[in-house]
Nanobody, 118 residues
Framework: QVQFVESGGGLVQPGGSLRLSCEASTSGDVIGVMGWYRQRPGKLREFVAGISLSGSSTNYGSSVKGRFTISKNNAKTTVYLQMISLRSEDTAVYFC???????????WGQGAQVTVSS
């Protein structure tokens, strides 16, 4: 089982920035990859970004590439999502996840609301 502490959501104007953070703790499950998905109103959950905790590989969804940056603090099993140039279509609940490896089953955080609106 994996427990998450997520923070950083909120309301921001278009063109603004926000940073999400997610710290994971586990009592036995191995965590090799962490990142975020998001779910926009009326849409399916979509991949946003992921990062390998053992190396430096990252992946991004096509809609956020170039605007969002994922980073990590291995000492705390914590990942960060820096979001810039935010658009109204970035409004969503952002779910932190952890998995053993890319493509494997995921543990999910409770989600953080990000609202981009003037």
């Amino acid at each position: 089982q994996v427990q998450f502490v997520e923070s950083g959501g909120g309301l921001v104007q278009p063109g603004g920035s926000l940073r999400l953070s997610c710290e994971a703790s586990t009592s036995g499950d191995v965590i090799g990859v962490m990142g975020w998905y998001r779910q926009r109103p009326g849409k399916l959950r979509e991949f946003v970004a992921g990062i390998s905790l053992s190396g430096s590989s990252t992946n991004y969804g096509s809609s956020v590439k170039g605007r969002f940056t994922i980073s990590k603090n291995n000492a705390k099993t914590t990942v960060y999502l820096q979001m810039i140039s935010l658009r109204s279509e970035d409004t969503a609940v952002y779910f932190c996840y952890a998995s053993k490896d890319w493509g494997e089953s995921k543990f999910w955080g409770q989600g953080a609301q990000v609202t981009v609106s003037s």
